[in-house]
C-alpha cells in the first residue's frame, strides 16, 4: 500500500501564470520584442539563426551549449547545414518561464558577437 499525503493542485482553468517563473502571454510578448526574429510557438519560444555555413552553425550551437549548461536549462537545438533553430521551454513548468526570456537573451548577446 502507498502512502498517501496531502497534494495540492491549481484548480481547472485556474490561470498558472501567477505561479513562480510562469511567463504570462503579456510577459512573453513584451520580452519578444526586444528579442528580434524569436517567436512564440505554442507553449515555447523559438528562433531560426542563418549562419556563415556548417562550421558557424556548430560553433554557434557551442556556444549555445556552454551559456545554456551554466544556466542549468537546455533548449532544443536543430542544426540543418548553416541554420540553427532553437526552441526554448521549461519542461517542468510546461510553458515558457522567466529562465527562458533569459536565455534567449543571453542567445541574442551571443549571436551579436559571434555574428559581427
Not at 4 to 25: E, H, I, N, Y
Request: hydrophobic share 40%; glycine share 8%.
Amino acid at each position: 500500500m502507498w502512502p498517501t499525503f496531502p497534494v495540492r493542485l491549481p484548480s481547472r482553468g485556474a490561470s498558472t501564470a501567477g505561479q513562480k517563473g510562469l511567463s504570462s502571454d503579456a510577459e512573453i510578448r513584451a520580452a519578444l520584442e526586444e528579442l528580434p526574429g524569436w517567436k512564440q510557438q505554442g507553449k515555447s519560444i523559438l528562433k531560426t539563426f542563418d549562419l556563415k555555413g556548417f562550421k558557424a552553425a556548430m560553433a554557434f550551437a557551442g556556444t549555445v551549449g556552454e551559456l545554456a549548461d551554466r544556466a542549468d536549462h537546455h533548449p532544443d537545438i536543430l542544426i540543418q547545414y548553416s541554420k540553427v533553430t532553437l526552441t526554448l521551454w521549461s519542461h517542468d513548468k510546461a510553458g515558457v518561464t522567466d529562465r527562458d526570456l533569459r536565455l534567449a537573451r543571453q542567445i541574442e548577446a551571443a549571436a551579436k558577437d559571434q555574428l559581427a
